[in-house]
């Protein structure tokens, strides 16, 4: 397996506050790489960092090989990012808004409507494509989020709690299609609250006040703090801190 | 460069679709400028007519009739009659602004001139007022020459070429053309950036790896079209309502609008670089676009008569050099040589406001 992201020493600062201390670790190929944490542990800080929307203090970032500081820009185009945040257009349709995200990414018309199509029937999406967002709830607008993060296939997808609030149907269909990503070759960053979601995960990392205080792959996880349950072992690992 | 134009032409489209779906920015874009237009254009108004004249006359003879007869000539005075020798009863309670007092000998003394006693006229004036009494004071004296020696050896005419009659309208709606386009394109475009930022839009926008230049030239083409729209209703509208005629070269005036309305556009953009928030740069905005254009862009007072900082400053005001493009081509038929200067000094602002803008564009989501 080749490394796709590799992170040394990592440390961001907003004044005073750190939000992440020094952490380093990698993550390999097609493999799905879970962040785990409470709020504010530095999780959705660690993602902004690699897809270069936050200075960082120090330390360097490496996304397949090149150094994600000096490269910015040229790595944009193969990175997915879906925030936490709705960062869609609510006054916009559907269609208006992939269309949008679609040619920011050099995308023809032809293709991010195919693409679109080819989206929503994975995860059996039955809004029409002509809705104003605005009126939509809140699984909806997740499964528009996502589909507008992957429209252009980019190889590695950064997923900020992408299932918070939504039906559990609605995350079945989410993860149906983050494992067919996986399996496709992408390899996904995913941060979640949930712990069925978590083991999911190929990897786990757990964060905690912006380090990382354990990380393995859930069932090493479990062995390590003699616990029955991924949650389990999270509340004895926390413990030991 | 390829790529660049299609980032600029998806935010351009993008725009274009939250414009047609906001009714707000689509009144404030075409309903203002015509309300504006019309409603400035009809209570700024610098001519004086029927200014009320009150004219004690102690002993009415023909002469004095006659002399009061020649101000009530044309439109500019209206005089009556009061027997009450106290003037400022009638300032006081501001009835009027002119009182003449007429001598009870003038009638004599005019017709028959004598060494000891000369005609005499006592004009006294509100000078709070004082653009009405300077009015009256030019006046008075000639009126009063006019009456009483018609035989003169020489005779001065005086013709006022552009704007022969005087027309303060002619003066204003060029001007208020500037002032309104100008408060519109910043206003409009002051939001864009910050109503981003608030939406949470700009982590989409800058995940993508677009560059803030072509935010922001993407976020200038629609609202120019939009403020050009509106310059074309305002123009028409001073040409209708007002009848103010367009001496000039019109492609020379919209290139020039074209420029000018960018720079604003600029300006309002890089107001809401700044700001970030949608309350704040409707806050700053409205004085930036206002006030400036208001009282230092040449619109009613004069840069000349200004104290030389002044008009240094007015140098970096893109309304100020409009106006005299405008008030050039409206009424000077003037065209692009005669004001290039001017043409030259509202492109540089464009293109400096805009590159500031793009410098000053955050592009990390700190917060």
Redesign the interface.
């Known amino acids: 397996m080749t490394k796709i992201l590799d992170i040394q020493n990592l440390t961001v600062k907003?004044g005073g506050f750190t939000a992440v201390d020094n952490i380093t670790f990698s993550v390999e190929k097609g493999e799905i790489f879970g962040f785990l944490g409470a709020n504010g542990a530095g999780k959705t800080t660690t993602i902004?960092a690699l897809?270069?929307?936050?200075?960082i203090s120090s330390g360097n970032m490496f996304i397949d090989g090149k150094d994600v500081s000096k490269n910015?820009?040229k790595l944009?185009?193969r990175?997915g990012?879906m925030?936490q945040?709705?960062?869609?257009?609510?006054?916009?349709t559907i269609k208006?808004n992939m269309?949008?995200?679609g040619?920011?990414?050099?995308m023809t018309e032809k293709e991010i409507l195919k693409r679109m199509k080819e989206l929503f029937e994975y995860v059996n999406f039955k809004e029409s494509p002509d809705e104003i967002v605005k009126s939509m709830s809140g699984g909806s607008k997740q499964i528009i989020s996502l589909a507008?993060s992957i429209l252009h296939n980019p190889e590695i997808v950064f997923l900020d709690e992408p299932t918070a609030g939504i039906s559990p149907v609605s995350r079945k269909l989410f993860w149906n299609l983050i494992s067919k990503l996986s399996s496709d070759g992408k390899t996904i960053f995913v941060t979640t609250h949930y712990m069925d979601e978590a083991e999911y995960c190929r990897r786990i990392a757990l964060m905690q006040n912006g380090r990382i205080i354990a990380l393995d792959s859930p069932q090493n996880l479990k062995t390590a703090s003699n616990a029955s349950n991924l949650e389990q072992a999270f509340i004895n690992f926390l413990d030991k801190k | 460069m390829k790529?660049t134009l299609?980032?600029i032409?998806?935010i351009a489209?993008?725009e274009y679709?939250?414009i047609m779906?906001?009714k707000f920015t689509l009144a404030m874009g075409f309903g203002l400028p015509l309300f504006l237009i019309i409603f400035f254009g009809f209570i700024i108004e610098l001519n004086y007519d029927k200014i009320s004249i009150f004219v004690k006359d102690a002993n009415p003879s023909a002469q004095s009739r006659a002399f009061v007869q020649k101000l009530s000539a044309g439109d500019l005075f209206k005089p009556q009659y009061v027997f009450s020798d106290d003037p400022v009863k009638y300032f006081e309670r501001n009835k009027t602004a002119v009182f003449i007092n007429i001598d009870r000998d003038f009638g004599k003394t005019i017709s028959y001139p004598q060494n000891d006693k000369r005609p005499q006229i006592q004009i006294l004036l509100d000078g709070s007022d004082n653009s009405k009494a300077g009015l009256v004071l030019s006046y008075i004296p000639s009126i009063i020459s006019n009456t009483y020696a018609p035989e003169q050896t020489y005779e001065i005419k005086m013709r006022f070429i552009y704007n022969g009659e005087l027309n303060s309208k002619y003066f204003i709606i060029p001007g208020l053309i500037v002032v309104i386009i100008g408060l519109i394109s910043i206003l409009l475009s002051s939001l864009t950036i910050a109503k981003e930022w608030e939406?949470?839009?700009?982590?989409?926008?800058?995940?993508?790896?677009?560059?803030p230049a072509e935010i922001i030239l993407g976020k200038i083409l629609p609202y120019m079209v939009m403020s050009l729209i509106a310059t074309v209703v305002v123009f028409f509208a001073a040409q209708i309502v007002f009848a103010v005629p367009f001496t000039g070269s019109f492609i020379f005036f919209f290139i020039s609008c074209c420029v000018f309305i960018a720079a604003c556009l600029g300006l309002g953009i890089f107001i809401s670089v700044i700001a970030k928030q949608q309350q704040l740069a409707m806050l700053i905005s409205m004085p930036v676009g206002l006030l400036p254009s208001m009282l230092l862009s040449g619109f009613v007072f004069p840069i000349e008569n200004m104290p030389l900082f002044f008009r240094i400053l007015t140098a970096v005001l893109p309304q100020r050099w409009l106006m005299e493009i405008c008030r050039g081509t409206f009424l000077r038929s003037a065209g692009f040589t005669d004001l290039i200067v001017p043409f030259l000094a509202l492109s540089c602002f464009c293109i400096f406001i805009i590159i500031l803008a793009s410098k000053k564009f955050k592009t990390?989501?700190?917060?």
Do not use: W
Request: charged residues 30%.
């Open positions: 907003f902004r897809c270069g929307l936050v200075n910015t820009k944009k185009p990175i990012y925030s945040k709705f960062t869609l257009y609510q006054d916009l208006e269309l949008f995200s040619a920011l990414y050099m507008a | 790529e299609k980032k032409k998806a489209l993008k679709r939250h779906r906001d939406r949470g839009s700009m982590e989409l926008l800058l995940s993508t790896g677009i560059s990390d989501l700190e917060p």
